[in-house]
T-cell receptor
Framework: GENVEQHPSTLSVQEGDSAVIKCTYSDSASNYFPWYKQELGKGPQLIIDIRSNVGEKKDQRIAVTLNKTAKHFSLHITETQPEDSAVYFCAPADRGSTLGRLYFGRGTQLTVWP | DSGVTQTPKHLITATGQRVTLRCSPRSGDLSVYWYQQSLDQGLQFLIQYYNGEERAKGNILERFSAQQFPDLHSELNLSSLELGDSALYFC??????????????FGPGTRLTVL
């Protein structure tokens, strides 16, 4: 199965600063790269995703970049706000697979200090 | 609100007991997934059902079983419970059989405590 690693495991930033979380994966068949955000007491929620034919995708303050050769993709959050504080998970997958499982990383606890 | 509902929200039980967790997917979604989240193991995939049939199995113990009913709701049965089974159990749903093709919508979870 897929081996997924996230770094760092914890990240503290000042409000307004940028945050970057990196995810490395092992399965070269992976072609779908989502990031999920889990707030305290809630289930994970998709915040952004990218397909393998695209190198970068941006949605307001959030962006994801992909380096398929090196098998890693990153989540970038700019102008961080206290409400960005949560645990973030990457979950690379093979869209061509008939199976729907997601291999989640161990998560990154992001804390944004006001 | 993701549209996925899970009951109960909290469950406290003793070792050796059996419990049932229930999940209702988003309207129209045919796939249901179960995940276990614990501090030491992270978020682990247990099992997937699509339109009533088992689709994929992950790290699910033999003491655990699941099913998806004709109305598409799903139940996860945990038996002979051990202290280590204490965790958050999430249900997620997606439209098609291949969740890797897009978004999975997660419910709020059931927190199981085994004493």
């Amino acid at each position: 199965g897929e081996n997924v690693e996230q770094h760092p495991s914890t990240l503290s930033v000042q409000e307004g600063d940028s945050a970057v979380i990196k995810c490395t994966y092992s399965d070269s068949a992976s072609n779908y790269f989502p990031w999920y955000k889990q707030e305290l007491g809630k289930g994970p929620q998709l915040i952004i995703d990218i397909r393998s034919n695209v190198g970068e995708k941006k949605d307001q303050r959030i962006a994801v970049t992909l380096n398929k050769t090196a098998k890693h993709f990153s989540l970038h959050i700019t102008e961080t706000q206290p409400e960005d504080s949560a645990v973030y998970f990457c979950a690379p997958a093979d869209r061509g697979s008939t199976l729907g499982r997601l291999y989640f990383g161990r998560g990154t606890q992001l804390t944004v200090w006001p | 609100d993701s549209g996925v509902t899970q009951t109960p929200k909290h469950l406290i039980t003793a070792t050796g007991q059996r419990v049932t967790l229930r999940c209702s997917p988003r309207s129209g979604d045919l796939s249901v997934y179960w995940y276990q989240q614990s501090l030491d193991q992270g978020l682990q995939f247990l099992i997937q059902y699509y339109n009533g049939e088992e689709r994929a199995k992950g790290n699910i113990l033999e003491r655990f079983s699941a099913q998806q009913f004709p109305d598409l709701h799903s139940e996860l049965n945990l038996s002979s419970l051990e202290l280590g089974d204490s965790a958050l159990y999430f249900c997620a749903s997606s439209a098609g059989p291949s969740g890797g093709a897009g978004e999975q919508f997660f419910g709020p979870g059931t927190r199981l405590t085994v004493l």
